[in-house]
Structures are given as C-alpha cells and as structure tokens.
C-alpha cells in the first residue's frame, strides 16, 4: 500500500526558515502532480504549492516569493523550502500526491499524515 510521510516541521521564529520533505513508498506505478497543502486552526485546507509531473509549479498568493516547492522522482520525494516564515505560516502541512498505484491501477489522491510547522513571533 501506498503512504507518505512527511517530515521536518518543528518551531521556527519569524524570518526563519525550515525544510519538509515528503517521502513516497508502496506500490506506485507513476506520480503525477505532488504537492503541499496546510490547515492552520480554525482555517480549511488550502493550497500551498504544486509541482506538475512536467516540473511546472503553482503556488498560493500568500507564499510566492518565500516558498519553493520541488520535486524528486528517482527518490519519490517532493519538497518545500520556507523561507522568511511569518506567524501566519502557522499550521499542519500536508504532503498531497496524485498517484497510480497497484491499489487503484489509475490516478489516485493521497495524503500523508501532516507535519507541524509553528512560526513564534
């Protein structure tokens, strides 16, 4: 079966910088677009950046010019790099991969299960 993991979340102060990386395993076949996503309390899921199978990106408004988003298809892995973190970054980040895998045999969402990311002031 297919999972993702994601991992380097943790405490930064404002201005600083932190690194997820997210790591697919299982039975795929091909990865198509991955990308990350965030919920920050009291707030919906929302879009942070997409990498396309193509290497094109799209990001959300609020992190264009800090957030780089890329991608590893030998390792499965796909990345973001934030920089010049602000509180409002606050929230679980989670890695978003649209698969085919033995499970389904055709193109699948996952998710992983979230890594924490807090921004202090």
């Known amino acids: 079966q297919v999972q993702l993991v994601e991992s380097g979340g943790g405490l930064v102060q404002a201005g600083g910088s932190l690194r997820l990386s997210c790591a697919a395993s299982?039975?795929?076949?091909?990865?198509?677009?991955m990308g990350w996503y965030r919920q920050a309390p009291g707030k919906q899921r929302e879009l942070v950046a997409v990498?396309?199978?193509?290497?094109?990106?799209n990001y959300a408004d609020s992190v264009k010019g800090r957030f780089t988003i890329s991608r590893d298809n030998a390792k499965g892995r796909v990345y973001l790099q934030m920089n010049s973190l602000k509180p409002e970054d606050t929230a679980v980040y989670y890695c978003?991969?649209?698969?085919?895998?033995?499970?389904?045999?055709?193109?699948?969402?996952?998710w992983g299960q979230g890594t924490q990311v807090t921004v202090s002031s």
């Open positions: 978003y991969g649209d698969l085919i895998s033995a499970a389904y045999g055709w193109l699948h969402d996952y």
């Open positions: 299982g039975s795929i076949f091909s990865i198509n677009a």
């Open positions: 990498v396309a199978a193509s290497g094109s990106t």
